[in-house]
């Protein structure tokens, strides 16, 4: 890595520029005063004592009360707990915040809108919401056995035992054992259902669609499209009723 490397990397992890490259010549150094560091790091010399003793603040340098003031850099793996412990600190600070600040969206469940979202996460998010959303039926199609997060799994179960009409569509000949613990309808399709697997579909109360497909042929990197209380729900809903009927009757 190059010292300009060095210096970004350390950015990102919240040191301002003058204090990055001071603790950067600082490890070139071992130890130094303000003009060795200000003639490595080509920090002005007059910068690198308020940068220097911020990094003590830090407690990511030593200062010794010499004539003149020298510094030293702490072990890495000190300076590794520093930053690490402050960027938690950081990051619980900002998210407090953002919870303090955050209002709820309103309820969103016919608006009748078409929204898009990209990222498995988010998506494994919001196709568990949907299912919660659920008053009567669900039918969620997961292709492979990766489609299926803990928390959607954990979800599915929730709802079909609490009198929610669960199915869950797979080509997983593991499926039915997956799920022959709970009340939850699991429809295997064979080699034989011409309906390829175009990626994972959520269905609630044949108004609510969620369709995600890959992006790029990562598994992980996932965009997705979802509806609720509209006429194209209705549609795709209707569409996607009429191919597990047609692959179920294709394979009994």
Do not use: C
């Not at 969620?140 to 997060?149: C, H, R, T």
């Amino acid at each position: 890595m190059s010292t300009r490397d060095a210096v970004a990397a350390l950015k990102r992890l919240g040191l301002p520029n003058y204090q990055a490259r001071v603790f950067v010549a600082l490890q070139e150094l071992g130890e130094g005063t303000a003009q060795e560091i200000s003639d490595i790091s080509e920090v002005p010399r007059s910068q690198v004592y308020g940068a220097a003793d911020d990094l003590v603040e830090r407690g990511l340098v030593e200062l010794t009360e010499s004539s003149p003031k020298r510094y030293r850099p702490v072990s890495l793996s000190a300076a590794r707990e520093q930053l690490t412990n402050r960027l938690e600190r950081e990051r619980e600070r900002a998210f407090e915040n953002l919870a303090e600040l955050r209002t709820m969206p309103p309820e969103r469940a016919d608006d009748g809108a078409v929204s898009t979202l990209r990222g498995r996460q988010p998506i494994d998010d919001r196709i568990a919401e949907l299912l919660e959303s659920a008053d009567s039926s669900a039918v969620f199609v997961a292709p492979a056995e990766n489609s299926l997060s803990e928390t959607i799994e954990t979800t599915l179960r929730e709802r079909a035992a609490e009198g929610v009409a669960v199915t869950v569509v797979t080509a997983e000949e593991s499926g039915g054992e997956r799920f022959a613990d709970s009340p939850i309808t699991v429809i295997v399709m064979g080699e034989d259902n011409p309906a390829d697997f175009a990626g994972r579909t959520l269905m609630v109360d044949d108004s609510t669609v969620l369709l995600a497909v890959a992006t790029d042929g990562d598994t992980v990197a996932e965009e997705a499209m979802w509806t609720a209380g509209s006429s194209i729900g209705r549609i795709l809903a209707q569409f996607m009723q009429s191919g597990i009927e047609s692959g179920k009757n294709r394979h009994s």
